[in-house]
């Protein structure tokens, strides 16, 4: 059955860093989300893309946030300088164009000291 | 504002009873509803989904009642096994204004399921 996969499954940073989170979606998925739980907590939506473009994005999503499709597989979260807060768990989710159902990665747990 | 949001975060049942999870939301518009189920270090597994022309809906040892009278849902697991303790969120998709498509799922706090053998 097929998958959403994520990598790597746990990052430790240094708070001001650069992270890159990793996805490849369900292959012929066309809409793509990332969300966020922080530990003990409700995951959050913070982005959602198609067809190469946001289109729509939470509050939490600012300018330390980017998304990108490189290629035809890959779909990544880059989170540009670190915060503490930033520590939580990141999924990935997808789901194809007329389907509804979100199906989402294992996640990549992220840890920021 | 809008919400989807659990009655219960903890529901603790012996291995064989059924099990029902229960949802409330806000929103009369609403139309769409999903079950995930969260296994501790894992993503939202899709369990079942309903919309709002159904009042019921049944899988594989799950059914899922909808009343948009009073804007609750529940999620009823039948004979209830250990493999099903997990965290379990309903979950509503919002419309991308605009668009023809379901977008961000908005998810409720979550119901602890432990089954005790």
């Known amino acids: 059955e097929p998958e959403v996969t994520q990598t790597p499954s746990h990052q430790v940073t240094q708070m001001g860093q650069e992270v890159i989170l990793r996805c490849v979606p369900i292959?012929?998925?066309?809409?793509f989300y990332w969300y966020r739980q922080i530990l003990g907590q409700k995951v959050e939506f913070l982005v959602s893309?198609?067809?190469?473009?946001?289109?729509?994005k939470s509050e939490i999503f600012d300018d330390q946030f980017s998304v990108e499709r490189p290629d035809g597989s890959n779909f990544t979260l880059k989170i540009r300088s670190t915060k503490l807060e930033d520590s939580a768990m990141y999924f990935c989710?997808?789901?194809?164009?007329?389907?509804?159902?979100?199906?989402f990665g294992p996640g990549t747990r992220l840890l920021v000291l | 504002g809008e919400s989807v949001g659990l009655h219960l975060p903890t529901l603790s049942v012996q291995e064989g009873d059924n099990s029902i999870i229960n949802c409330a939301y806000s929103?009369?518009?609403?139309?769409?509803f999903i079950w995930y189920k969260q296994e501790s270090g894992k993503g939202p597994q899709f369990i079942i989904d309903?919309?709002?022309?159904?009042d019921k809906r049944q899988g594989q040892r799950v059914t899922v009642l909808l009343n948009k009278t009073v804007k609750h849902l529940s999620l009823q697991i039948a004979a209830t096994q250990p493999g099903d303790s997990a965290v379990y969120f309903c979950?509503?998709?919002?419309?991308?204004?605009?668009?023809?498509?379901?977008?961000?799922?908005?998810f409720g706090q979550g119901t602890i399921l432990t089954v005790h053998p």
């Open positions: 989710a997808s789901k194809a164009g007329l389907q509804e159902t979100q199906y």
């Open positions: 292959s012929n998925h066309l809409y």
């Open positions: 893309f198609y067809n190469n473009e946001i289109s729509e």
């Open positions: 929103n009369s518009a609403s139309d769409y």
């Open positions: 309903i919309r709002s022309n159904m």
């Open positions: 979950a509503e998709p919002r419309f991308i204004p605009g668009g023809t498509s379901y977008g961000k799922l908005t």
